[in-house]
């Protein structure tokens, strides 16, 4: 996670990030309403909608829209847009333009609809009125849910997440083999994690799947080309075809192990 320390100046100053930056337009966009699944009972964190070409790309050709009509509407500005990769504090700022508030999960919320949507920025230099902006209060009261649900202990008090024990992160970023018994914290999920996401009451009943993946066997006997035609594109292509497979291995030794354990036990 080293590049969380990397263009700290940027993230706090956006000028850094457009020269003459004056607005900043904080927008939220919906992941699918189902989770991504296999016929084998397997699946995926939501944002990865393997229907769709990758999110970063979805998003800066919808946010592209807006800027030419921001260019159009002040002729000579410019404008950039910023969508996840970008050193800016994208909830921060979405959080002050009172789209959300930032749960103990630390992820915006908005109230009514929950937490599963993507951010994207659009930093310009057209100055754009616009009424005054109220950020909204904190609405977990002491419910808990999201922090007892998380698998790995990630979440290790309200607010404070140890983003290297997280396993969207071991499940996509890490490089390295996962640590031993991190299958079955895993559960079902061999890519990224909605636990705590799930969890949250502003979210309701997301427990939807659809079969939109092949199965987990299918994965582990994929060529890397077949991988690259199909998904390459995708945002499957971020953690690539090989840490997936490691994932379901590590799912699938944990399920073995825990078998024999309760076979020995009846023994």
């Known amino acids: ?36 699944g296999t016929p084998d009972g397997y699946s995926m964190a939501r944002y990865s909608d393997p229907t769709e070409v990758d999110y970063h790309q979805r998003l800066k050709r919808l946010c592209g829209e807006m800027c030419r009509m921001i260019e159009e509407m002040v002729p000579g500005s410019k404008t950039r847009v910023c969508v996840d990769s970008s050193p800016i504090l994208e909830r921060s700022l979405a959080y002050a333009a009172g789209i959300g508030f930032v749960g103990k999960n630390n992820m915006l919320i908005i109230p009514g609809y929950g ?22 209060e904190d609405g977990c009261g002491a419910c808990m849910s999201c922090v007892e649900s998380c698998p790995t202990g990630a979440l290790e008090r309200p607010f404070q997440i140890n983003a290297s024990r997280c396993l969207s992160y071991m499940t996509i970023e890490h490089k390295g083999p996962l640590e031993e018994g991190i299958g079955r914290r895993m559960g079902d999920c061999f890519l990224g994690c909605d636990q705590c996401q799930e969890a949250c009451p502003f979210n309701g009943d997301r427990s939807s799947r659809e079969v939109l993946l092949p199965s987990t066997e299918a994965y582990l006997n994929l060529a890397f080309d077949e991988f690259k035609g199909r998904f390459g594109k995708t945002a499957l292509a971020r953690a690539g075809l090989e840490k997936i497979k490691t994932n379901i291995r ?6 073995r192990n825990g078998l024999e354990t309760q076979i020995k036990g009846l023994l």
Do not use: Q
């Open 1 to 36: 996670m080293s590049w969380l320390k990397r263009n700290l100046e940027i993230r706090e100053d956006p000028t850094k990030l457009l020269t003459g930056c004056r607005t900043i337009l904080s927008l939220a966009y919906p992941y699918p309403s189902h989770k991504p």
């Open 115 to 136: 937490s599963f949507f993507y951010l994207a920025e659009i930093v310009t230099t057209a100055f754009l009125e616009f009424p005054p902006l109220h950020p909204i």
């Open 250 to 255: 590590a799912i699938r030794r944990s399920r």
